[in-house]
């Protein structure tokens, strides 16, 4: 997964299709718990760009959520775009469209998240 430090405020993560992402989310997540503990209790928002991703899973979800709780605790923003129709469809169909931030693209979640620091 490319995880990019786009700055010190946000980081950008290319998700992958299953088995990876499952792999990526848990290496996202000890990365923010690793910066979150290391003193400086500074915790980027996150950029999830899921354009790689064709389905998701229950546990995909439920990874997704614990991310978001976790960035939420931490003053902290998660910006979910690039969604295809097939995760669209189960965003809408779990009520998830209502829970996570969702942007266009890359460049808007960019843009959003300067507007809010």
């Known amino acids: 997964m490319p995880l990019n430090a786009w700055s ?4 950008i993560a290319e998700l992958s299709d299953e088995p ?7 290496m996202l997540a000890a990365r923010l718990d690793e910066q979150r503990h290391s ?3 500074t915790v980027p ?3 999830i760009d899921l354009s790689q991703v064709a ?6 979800l439920g990874a997704m959520l614990r991310l978001r709780k976790t960035l939420i605790s931490a003053k902290s923003r998660m910006l979910v775009c690039r ?6 469809t189960a965003m809408i169909a779990t009520g998830l469209d209502r829970v996570f931030d969702f942007t266009e693209d ?3 979640a960019l843009a959003t998240l300067q507007l809010d620091l």
């Open 8 to 11: 010190e405020q946000i980081t």
């Open 83 to 88: 969604v295809n129709d097939g995760v669209w």
């Open 20 to 26: 990876m992402f499952s792999e990526e989310m848990d």
């Open 39 to 41: 003193g400086d209790d």
């Open 106 to 108: 890359a460049t808007t």
């Open 55 to 60: 389905s998701v899973n229950s546990s995909n």
């Open 45 to 47: 928002n996150v950029i």
